[in-house]
């Protein structure tokens, strides 16, 4: 599968759409309404390279800058490295890397880009508890026969997860180079010293400064955090605990950000932010 994004918008979009819905096999209004997502949005996605490669020149002919990509290409998450912990060597001017059982040194050089973002997962719960209670209403009726009535009652809860995550994209050659992921809520921060804060936000925030200084000459984008991702179905689940039945459903925007991190990435390299 095939994607083609948007990454910057040129003049005549409206008068543009016709043709394009047409190219897509959409309604103009239809095809609007998917375009009004942030940077970069999502064109279309198609299961053969030819007509991608045609759709994206499209767009570049329009004067929008516009980039695709193999789906298989991106990333997952289970393949990006991500350290536990870091520290800047200052004798050696080298960033070291510590997590899961693998360590990792990074020199000024070899730091290509820091994409900056954010992650967000809600998890929605609705618990059905079913109870039986004495009805002396029932009771009169039924002549006695019954006395209870059953009641059922349910609630429902959210909660949502954010944290900034920055990737760290290293000079590479291969297609698939995964880059190494730092998560706000996944790191210890005693690499930073003093500059320690209580907070992870504060620490995180420091850790990008200090990253953007020692690498100066690497791309750097934050647009991932400005206007974030909205979040996808990941999953569902049932269980039962007692006489109570409980439902949760998951979205994360996760897979999204890794897929827009890349298409930014793909997207400064050809000129079309």
Not at 32 to 59: C, F, W, Y
Not at 137 to 155: F, L, P, Y
């Amino acid at each position: 599968m095939y994607v083609v994004a948007v990454t910057r918008w040129g003049p005549g979009l409206q008068a543009q759409l016709p043709e394009l819905a047409a190219m897509l096999g959409l309604f103009p209004y239809d095809l609007r309404m998917r375009l009004n997502g942030p940077l970069p949005v999502i064109v279309a996605r198609m299961p053969e390279q030819g007509p991608a490669s045609e759709l994206m020149a499209k767009l570049r002919g329009w004067g929008h800058g516009a980039v695709g990509c193999a789906l298989s290409t991106v990333p997952s998450a289970s393949e990006m490295f991500t350290p536990r912990e870091f520290a800047f060597d200052e004798a050696a001017g080298t960033l070291e890397l510590r997590g899961a059982g693998r360590a990792l040194s990074v020199r000024p050089e070899q730091v290509y880009a820091l994409i900056h973002a954010m992650a967000l997962t809600e998890t929605r719960t609705t618990r059905e508890t079913t109870s039986k209670k004495f009805s002396a209403a029932r009771a009169v009726a039924t002549g006695g026969m019954v006395m209870r009535k059953k009641q059922t009652q349910t609630s429902t809860s959210t909660e949502s997860e954010w944290g900034e995550q920055l990737y760290l994209v290293l000079q590479s050659k291969a297609a698939k180079a995964a880059p190494v992921l730092l998560t706000q809520h996944g790191l210890r921060y005693a690499g930073l010293g003093e500059a320690k804060s209580h907070s992870s936000l504060t620490s995180f925030t420091t850790l990008v400064e200090r990253l953007r200084a020692f690498a100066p000459h690497a791309f750097y984008d934050r647009r991932l955090v400005e206007s974030r991702r909205k979040p996808g179905f990941v999953g569902a689940s049932r269980s039962k605990v007692g006489k109570a039945k409980q439902e949760a459903v998951a979205h994360s925007n996760a897979g999204g950000v890794d897929l827009a991190a890349r298409l930014l990435l793909i997207a400064h390299s050809r000129g079309q932010l």
